[in-house]
């Protein structure tokens, strides 16, 4: 990835604080915090260490001058700017670095990060749906939401920002809702969606016709995994026909 594109789509990133009261520039703190979340940070304090343990590589590329900011600073700058914009130019970004080619599989997954509830402004807690790469392993793409619940909503904002032809999506069971299916049909993809029990009518349709008690003593090629994830082991089967 080029780190001078990176540079160069977050500049144009407007800021809207008083100029004269500004120790730390706009671009320096999204440059070290879109290298932090790259990096797995969810935090904001983990955002402030990734810069402390860097700072040197960081100066390389960035006015570094006055040091780190500390993480309410980064909370404070990252939750005013233009999220739009901010989600516009990442996307462009990411999309200028990694070409998606035919037969990706593209997991779209929401994700609430740590740390970013706001009690001082009655702010809840940031919920981003994001777009990843299987293969790449990397974010195509990002929307942020006020809420878990929006992720309806917002789902298939992020499919409209995307190339997604010939591609396999994957969702979980929020996003196993008719428009969503459609909207990715019209973008001449496929998808792979969860069904759970808030789906009556389908949820009874696939207990009618694949039994688990059958399917797991099946006679033909299949094969099957297990893990524990969220507190539950699950276990999921492939058969062939």
Excluded at 82 to 96: G, N, R, V
Aim: glycine share 8%.
């Amino acid at each position: 990835m080029s780190i001078q594109s990176l540079l160069d789509y977050i500049s144009v990133i407007p800021d809207i604080r008083q100029q004269g009261k500004v120790k730390h520039k706009l671009s320096a703190i999204l440059f070290l915090t879109v290298c932090a979340v790259i990096a797995g940070a969810d935090e904001w304090q983990e955002i402030e260490d990734f810069g402390h343990e860097r700072l040197e590589w960081l100066k390389k590329y960035g006015d570094f001058d006055n040091g780190i900011p500390v993480d309410d600073t980064i909370a404070r700058v990252v939750s005013n700017i233009d999220s739009l914009a901010f989600e516009k130019m990442f996307i462009e970004w990411m999309q200028e670095c990694h070409e998606i080619t035919d037969g990706e599989i593209i997991a779209i997954d929401g994700k609430t990060i740590r740390g970013s509830f706001d009690k001082g402004k009655r702010k809840g807690a940031i919920h981003m749906v994001s777009a990843f790469s299987n293969e790449n392993g990397v974010v195509l793409g990002q929307v942020k939401t006020e809420a878990k619940s929006n992720e309806i909503t917002a789902i298939p904002e992020l499919l409209n920002l995307l190339y997604l032809k010939k591609n396999l999506i994957t969702i979980d069971a929020m996003g196993c809702q008719k428009d969503i299916a459609s909207k990715i049909k019209d973008k001449k993809a496929d998808y792979l969606l969860a069904v759970k029990g808030n789906q009556g009518k389908l949820h009874h349709a696939f207990e009618e016709k694949f039994p688990v008690n059958v399917f797991s003593n099946y006679k033909g090629d299949s094969f099957s995994t297990q893990e524990i994830s969220h507190g539950r082991k699950e276990t999921r089967f492939a058969y062939c026909q």
